[in-house]
């Protein structure tokens, strides 16, 4: 499913999901778009959406106690969220969360275990990532001596997270609610990636958004530890000193680099066995990580 809908209501379109308004709560939808590059690809992958959902759910649910904060899931059973009347439930069902509406926070808070993506470029430029220093002769992979907390800016569909330090975001938000931000951050990454240890699976690293309540109370918003905000690793094909096999979008973003788009113009269709192959991916990932069959 490529986009949503919903009698009465106007979404607001992400690259991933439909956002609706339904005035205490917000729906969540999650589309099965794909976004490489800051561009939402022409070509939808098949179930990534009920994927996505699904694998947040089981998060929520195994680390909502364990978590620093808590979090905005209120159900992801599209009978008991009281819908309008003429919503198309069949499609809605496993890619929907009904949340709990909160204040976003302006910023991406990103947990890194290991030396990837945006970071090791940043590594290699200057021997930190986002401020922090790193000891010399890292390879791309390593990793790193302890999980570090590297902030983004949230960037409008279309454009591109920047990287900052936290020095920068303690600026912009308080000392106290940045640090109530790391801290979090790097205790829900440090849980997770136990779990996924269990699993055979190392997070490298990922993403989390937080957004506040009315009343100020801090809450884990959108999605978690899912293959579109974190790195997933095979603990067993693991060696540090390039790229690692992953089971995330990654494996779409090395398609496109390879081909002969120029990132300037819209991109390409993507090929039905890179399709198949991705949403492989994303199943397994899932499979992996909960112990249950997808079944959807």
């Avoid at 003429?86 to 949340?99: F, K, P, Q, V």
């Avoid at 931000?181 to 997070?203: K, N, V």
């Avoid at 090929?271 to 994303?282: G, L």
């Amino acid at each position: 499913m490529s986009s949503s809908d919903l009698p009465g209501y106007e979404p607001r379109r992400g690259k991933v999901r439909d956002v609706y308004d339904l005035g205490e709560h917000v729906l969540l939808v999650a589309s099965d778009r794909i976004s490489a590059f800051d561009w939402v690809l022409p070509t939808a992958i098949p179930d990534k959406g009920r994927v996505l959902t699904q694998l947040s759910r089981f998060w929520f649910g195994r680390l909502g106690v364990a978590a620093p904060v808590g979090h905005h899931l209120v159900t992801c059973d599209v009978e008991a969220m009281r819908l309008p009347e003429g919503a198309n439930l069949e499609r809605l069902a496993g890619r929907s969360m009904l949340c709990r509406k909160t204040s976003v926070v302006p910023f991406e808070c990103v947990a890194r275990g290991y030396l990837s993506g945006s970071g090791w470029n940043e590594y290699r430029s200057g021997g930190a990532v986002c401020g922090v220093a790193l000891p010399a002769g890292l390879v791309e992979s390593d990793r790193l001596p302890e999980p570090i907390f590297t902030p983004a800016t949230k960037a409008e569909l279309g454009e591109h997270d920047e990287n900052v330090s936290y020095d920068r975001m303690q600026r912009d938000l308080g000392e106290g609610l940045a640090r109530q931000l790391r801290d979090a951050t790097l205790a829900i990454y440090s849980a997770g990636a136990e779990h996924a240890a269990t699993c055979g699976l190392l997070i490298a690293d990922t993403k989390f958004e937080f957004g506040q309540t009315p009343d100020g109370e801090l809450l884990l918003i959108d999605e978690l530890l899912t293959p579109d905000s974190s790195r997933f690793w095979p603990a067993d094909r693991y060696q540090p000193g390039g790229a690692q096999p992953s089971f995330d979008k990654q494996f779409v973003r090395d398609w496109l680099l390879q081909s002969d788009w120029d990132r300037e113009s819209p991109p390409p269709m993507l090929p039905d066995d890179i399709v198949q192959r991705t949403r492989a991916k994303y199943v397994e990932a899932y499979e992996r990580l909960t112990g249950e069959t997808f079944a959807w």
